[in-house]
T-cell receptor
């Protein structure tokens, strides 16, 4: 079946540091890939997406590239801000349905 | 522009009680779904619906029932609550069953505690 694996543990970093969150996936066929962000006390919001190999999704300074050869969709941001503190989820959906499979999420804490 | 509205935001139940978590969307979305979020587990799909009158099971359906009588509403029912159902529940919707490319819109969640 489909599955998403995110790197273990919370991420703590200083303001203006570089952020990387690793995401790898297992899927049959060619899934669409997503990053969602959850701010405290809120629901999930779409951060970015990519629907085919080599696509790059980007939004609010975050980027992720759909790498079919390594089955990865790593999230990066060059200079984080305190306001980026949140939980980040990698997810995939199969072509032909909208069911999402989520990774476990990573808590990101940005310190001033 | 309300989006996806979930009620209640918080609820405490006793073991064995029943309740319905409400979800409504005003975007005329065909696809709706329920997830539960548990620490260290990410989100897991409970039930989903591809349109009015059509529902199906997700990854963790046991102990939950759903129905979809209208496009707008997708309630989740717990018939006999158990402590293992303590969780945060999210409802989501998306425009079409369109090859899985459409991102989903999430409600703010219902935090449910079963004593």
């Amino acid at each position: 079946g489909n599955s998403v694996t995110q790197m273990e543990g919370p991420v703590t970093l200083s303001e203006e540091a570089f952020l990387t969150i690793n995401c790898t996936y297992t899927a049959t066929g060619y899934p669409s890939l997503f990053w969602y962000v959850q701010y405290p006390g809120e629901g999930l919001q779409l951060l970015l997406k990519a629907t085919k190999a080599d696509d790059k999704g980007s939004n609010k300074g975050f980027e992720a590239t759909y790498r079919k050869e390594t089955t990865s969709f790593h999230l990066e941001k060059g200079s984080v801000q305190v306001s980026d503190s949140a939980v980040y989820f990698c997810a995939l959906s199969e072509h032909g349905n909208n069911r999402l499979a989520f990774g476990k999420g990573n808590q990101v804490v940005v310190i001033p | 522009n309300a989006g996806v509205t979930q009620t209640p935001k918080f609820q405490v139940l006793k073991t064995g009680q029943s309740m319905t978590l409400q979800c409504a969307q005003d975007m005329n979305h065909e696809y709706m779904s329920w997830y539960r979020q548990d620490p260290g587990m990410g989100l897991r799909l409970i039930h989903y619906s591809v349109g009015a009158g059509i529902t199906d099971q997700g990854e963790v359906p046991n102990g939950y029932n759903v129905s979809r009588s209208t496009t707008e509403d997708f309630p989740l029912r717990l018939l006999s609550a158990a402590p293992s159902q303590t969780s945060v529940y999210f409802c989501a919707s998306s425009p079409t069953v369109d090859r899985g490319n459409q991102p989903q819109h999430f409600g703010d969640g219902t935090r449910l505690s079963i004593l």
